[in-house]
């Protein structure tokens, strides 16, 4: 009996987070829409550009940056270096030189998330936007991200992170097309579930100076929610960035993200009352989607204890195991049909596992570590 209610619930739980939970949203987004009451406004803006030895790319960053398409005069970017040993501060001066919308802000080594409310203290703009040294935003993104926070139940608004195909095997680009789907689906009928880093905007009064342990991309929207506001997704606000080039170095970006994640639920702090409607999205498309390694654990185990009682707990092992197969010959670059992609979703769904051990382990990380091939 245990066997078979844990076989049955990881089931129907992957199939939900996976595929029902999608098709409900995009269901309730077409049946009872909930739009943005967007205005062509230009608000004073401080952009905050996170840095940690990037001089690599910090130049290439702030060039784009000064080409955006929003009045000059409306428009600080301060550079957060996060305790940068290398020559990020020294580029990041000499074109605050010739260029007084630029400005350096020299952090002590806390994290990301440290030095951006360090930017906050240090600015007065009326809206707060924030970025990535390795990421380049399309000329009007800006100005497409801040129409959504004329809407005063906004609270905050990400735009569309598009990741660069790369030379190696990473799929991330698959998944992330799928990703942002849903997360479209979200914001038309409600509020999304997570953002991304690498462009979003909250009005001042809505930024919320919370423990550096604890990311923007996941905590801020549901905060959001429980201060009585939105967080919406701007899918014309576009950003591009570099994917992973190997899938085995996508794996250590997420198990890292995920220790962050785990923080979150495991603290109770996603769990403070907010709408039922979007309770339910957390716990579909982020409680049960952190969980899948767990659930697929649990899927394969009772599997084993119930291969003996009828022929379909057969078939359904047999799937598990050729699954397996299948992302092992992906990982080997074996050129078979769905291998590679097959290999990624294992990798992304231990990533899961090892995420929570992780954090189990040492917390909740506050440093953030480069990807490789993302530079």
């Known amino acids: 009996m245990i066997a ?7 089931l129907g739980a992957l199939a939900w987070t996976h595929v029902g939970y999608p098709a409900f949203m995009a269901l309730l987004a077409r049946a009872r829409p909930r739009p943005v ?3 062509d406004v230009t608000p004073t803006v401080a952009l905050v550009v996170s840095a940690h030895n990037e001089e690599a790319v910090i130049r290439r960053r702030l060039e784009n940056l000064l080409e955006l398409e ?4 409306r428009v600080e970017i301060v550079v957060a270096s996060d305790g940068s040993s290398d020559r990020t501060d020294e580029i990041v001066e000499e074109i ?10 020299r952090c002590p080594r806390e994290g990301k998330v440290a030095a951006q409310h360090r930017a906050v203290r240090e600015t007065e703009s009326e809206v707060l936007a924030f970025t990535d040294a390795n990421t380049s935003w399309r000329s009007d993104a800006l100005r497409l991200l801040v129409r959504n926070l004329a809407d005063p139940e906004v609270g905050y608004v990400c735009g569309q992170l598009r990741l660069e195909s790369s030379e190696g095997e990473n799929l991330e ?6 990703e942002v789907w849903v997360r479209e689906q979200e914001s038309r009928a409600s509020s999304i579930t997570a953002g991304n880093g690498a462009i979003y905007a909250v009005p001042r009064d ?4 919370d423990d550096p ?10 905060l959001m929610e429980q201060r009585g506001r939105r967080a919406v997704y701007e899918p014309a606000a576009v950003a591009v960035e570099r994917a992973a080039s190997e899938t085995e170095d996508e794996y250590g970006r997420k198990v890292r993200t995920i220790a962050r994640v785990w923080g979150h639920i495991l603290t109770g702090r996603v769990f403070r009352p907010v709408r039922p409607l979007y309770a339910v999205q957390l716990f579909s498309h982020r409680i049960l989607r952190y969980s899948s390694g767990l659930l697929h654990l649990a899927l394969l185990l009772s599997n084993l204890a119930l291969v003996g009682r009828a022929p379909f707990y057969r078939a359904s092992l047999a799937l598990q195991v050729a699954g397996l197969a299948l992302a092992g010959a992906g990982k080997a670059r074996v050129p078979i049909p769905g291998a590679r992609l097959a290999f990624y979703y294992v990798a992304v769904t231990w990533a899961t596992l090892a995420g929570l051990v992780r954090y189990l382990r040492s917390g909740t ?3 953030w570590e480069k990807a490789k091939g993302t530079r």
Request: aromatic fraction near 24%; proline fraction near 9%.
């Open 4 to 10: 078979r209610t844990a076989f049955w619930g990881a």
């Open 70 to 73: 929003y009045p000059a005069e």
């Open 213 to 222: 342990r604890f990311g923007h991309d996941f905590g801020f929207p549901y």
């Open 37 to 39: 009451s967007k205005g």
């Open 173 to 178: 680009g698959l998944y992330w097309r799928y």
């Open 96 to 105: 605050a030189a010739r260029e007084p919308r630029v400005r350096l802000l």
């Open 206 to 209: 809505a930024y919320v100076e």
């Open 365 to 367: 990380p506050q440093m």
